[in-house]
């Protein structure tokens, strides 16, 4: 396996670290976390707002071979779920039956790549009807990945108890926190993360 | 215009910030003193490593639309063009004709979208012949920008009179600094990115 590790970070507005002053959001901080520990990998941020898990199974695939060439390491974390959830006219905007079916689609699509894959849980946000929703869908996808071999990383529960994520996600536009909230889900992610990469 | 900006970073690996260990790079730094200024751009980083303009010619509208939406205040900034210029089997990977092109139509694209533009010219790598390359290269790219009225600002020259940048590239790969030499890339730009920002 080359040495030459290079990630994709997919997914959604939290990927992306919307409203991070420190412009690193939780996968800047697992990227400075492997640096820290001499694996230097290339990480390529690949969260788009808004996105639903249909929007990215549109284009992920695609983002990802422009970076990740057959010679490197090339491995992705998936993120999404918390726009599928969301209401729009009274309904989810991307239903359980459909993001489950995307989920699936991605990991066939990675493994047919050769790409190691991590799938992290959507965050909860400051609506409990809406992280209801979220934990349910959290729910299917931890249950999906085990059967897949892949490993998954439930966020909503943990980060909902986590004043760190929730006092700045209610000080903030109510879905995204700022440096010290993502400095949390991080945190939370950072033995998987390791655990993954093998340091 | 709308206050919701987000500004695509389109380019290299320069652009991605490969070797910093703080997963930065110079556009992560211009997002900080952004969001420092109140301004917290949603800011989208595109560089992708090896890519020459042609490379980026072909997947860069595409990854831009998927990321500014027309109800937001959409803008992009371009890097690109040491990968053009480094010689492979003794010739330039991509001509001095070709990559004035590449960015011609980069420019008519953005303009078509309505997207705002700024140009960053490429830096300096620890080889002479191929910033010599670059050199000729930043000289065309400043000229077309001002034919269309977009700004350009040159780095090869600044960043390679600049033992923060060189220093570290030459204890790296012989083509990408650490932090202090990305946080130097940034300090050069600063003056234009806040002025084309309005802050």
């Known amino acids: 396996m080359s040495n030459d590790l290079r990630v994709c970070f997919v997914g959604d507005s939290f990927v992306a670290g919307v409203g991070d002053?420190?412009?690193?959001?939780w996968c800047g901080r697992l990227a400075v976390d492997a640096h820290a520990a001499g694996l230097a990998p290339t990480a390529y941020n690949l969260g788009v707002r808004r996105q639903t898990s249909t929007d990215i199974a549109g284009r992920w695939q695609a983002e990802c071979r422009h970076r990740l060439p057959r010679e490197v390491q090339g491995r992705v974390v998936f993120s999404f779920g918390v726009n599928d959830t969301m209401l729009l006219d009274g309904r989810a905007r991307v239903g359980a039956g459909t993001s489950v079916g995307n989920l699936r689609e991605m990991l066939a699509g990675a493994h047919a790549e050769s790409?190691?894959?991590l799938v992290v849980g959507p965050p909860p946000v400051d609506d409990a009807e809406h992280n209801s929703r979220?934990?349910?869908l959290d729910e299917r996808f931890g249950r999906i990945?085990?059967?897949h071999g892949v490993p998954y990383i439930s966020s909503c529960h943990r980060l909902a108890a986590d004043p760190a994520w929730m006092d700045q996600v209610r000080a903030g536009d109510g879905?995204?926190?700022a440096a010290a909230g993502y400095a949390a889900f991080a945190?939370?992610?950072l033995p998987a993360w390791r655990e993954w990469l093998g340091y």
Chains 1, 2 share one sequence.
């Open 21 to 25: 002053p420190e412009a690193l959001g």
């Open 115 to 117: 790409w190691q894959v």
């Open 134 to 136: 979220t934990a349910g």
């Open 145 to 147: 990945c085990a059967e």
């Open 175 to 177: 879905a995204h926190p």
């Open 187 to 189: 945190e939370l992610l």
